[in-house]
C-alpha cells in the first residue's frame, strides 16, 4: 500500500514537471503595441463618388466616435486605382 502510493506521487510530481518545461519553453512572437486594420474595398464603376460620400459622412462619425472613445488611436483613407483587373 504505501509502495502503491510512494509511486503514485512520483508520478503527479513527474507530470507537473513535464508540465512546467513544455511551458516555459513557449515560445511567443507577439508582443504589446499597436495594432493597424486594413480593409480592401473595390467600387464598383460609377459608384466611386457615392462610396466618398459615405466615407465622408457615416463613416467617418463612427471613426471621430471609436477615437473620442480610445477604442482607435487614428484612421486613416487610402485611394488608388487598379493596375488589372484581378487588384
Request: hydrophobic share 45%.
Amino acid at each position: 500500500m504505501r509502495k502503491r502510493r510512494l509511486v503514485g506521487i512520483c508520478a503527479a510530481v513527474c507530470l507537473l514537471l513535464l508540465g512546467a518545461s513544455v511551458f516555459a519553453q513557449m515560445v511567443r512572437p507577439t508582443h504589446e503595441g499597436t495594432v493597424w486594420t486594413l480593409s480592401f474595398i473595390r467600387v464598383k464603376a460609377g459608384m466611386g463618388p457615392a462610396y466618398d460620400k459615405y466615407l465622408a459622412g457615416e463613416w467617418k462619425k463612427e471613426q471621430e466616435a471609436l477615437k473620442a472613445a480610445g477604442i482607435i488611436l487614428s484612421y486613416k483613407v487610402i485611394g488608388t486605382e487598379a493596375h488589372s483587373p484581378t487588384d
